[in-house]
């Protein structure tokens, strides 16, 4: 007996050409909105250089305190938030999760799984241009030293008024801000690696089931890198709004005691 010949759908080709019936291009869509809007905000409040410390209050945006008198009378104002978005902008950058959203809401390469792509199959992994994003290991060590200033500032707007101990939104906003940031940093992909993931047998390495044991906790942290990835992202912006809302004297801090 013959068989029949099945004749399967040829995968179109070009940007967008998918065989996908889904709202697959949501995904990119919302990821670019949101990624945009942060980083014209934050690209504003660098420029700003201003309400960003309200008593013991300091946006994230701009800790730790940087002093820049040095560049008084330059073309282009210098503020600190310019020279500290560095060291954080760095870390997300080259995040593994942040590289595929990126990937595929601004340079669609691909746009979503099983959907063409601009450029075809010319993409060569982190040997060409991307080279950089193999630092991220690096600028973990950055990141995590950047907590201990996020910490520092969350007990500051707890203990650091005049008249004593303040509980206020202010301090629950930046104790937050910490906490979530602290969430990201610690579930990152290099951060697992680096705890436990390079340990061949945990039973003959140094400290090897207290590293076992770590190597546990921060790999249910990993599991929800994304969610830590985005609420830390909402949480600095929200942070700063805050704090420039204080300072504008567009809202009042409310004091709980």
């Not at 905000?41 to 209050?57: D, H, I």
């Amino acid at each position: 007996m013959a068989s029949k010949s099945v004749h399967l759908p040829v995968l179109q080709s070009g940007l967008g050409g998918t065989l996908r019936r889904d709202a697959w291009w949501v995904g990119p869509a919302i990821t670019f909105v949101l990624l945009s809007a942060f980083i014209v905000y934050s690209t504003w409040r660098a420029f700003e250089n201003a309400n960003f410390l309200y008593g013991p209050y300091l946006s994230p945006l701009y800790s730790p305190l940087v002093d820049t008198s040095w560049a008084k009378g330059w073309p282009i104002p210098v503020s600190g938030a310019m020279i500290i978005l560095i060291g954080p902008g760095s870390f997300r950058f080259t995040c593994y999760y942040y590289r595929k959203a990126y990937y595929r809401a601004f340079a669609m390469d691909p746009p979503a799984c099983a959907v063409g792509e601009p450029r075809g199959h010319s993409y060569k992994g982190e040997r060409g241009l991307l080279i950089f994003q193999n630092l991220h290991r690096f600028t973990l060590y950055v990141a995590i030293g950047f907590l201990f200033f996020l910490w520092h500032d969350a007990i500051k707007g707890l203990v650091g008024w005049q008249d004593g101990v303040h509980l206020n939104v202010g301090t629950l906003v930046l104790t937050m801000n910490a906490f979530l940031l602290s969430g990201y940093t610690l579930s990152c992909h290099a951060f697992r690696h680096l705890v436990g993931g390079n340990v061949n047998s945990y039973s003959t390495a140094t400290a090897g089931m207290l590293r076992y044991k770590i190597w546990q906790k921060v790999s249910k942290l990993n599991m929800n890198h994304m969610a830590w990835a985005w609420t830390s992202l909402f949480g600095v912006g929200l942070t700063d709004f805050y704090i420039r809302c204080v300072c504008t004297g567009a809202i009042h801090d409310m004091r709980f005691f």
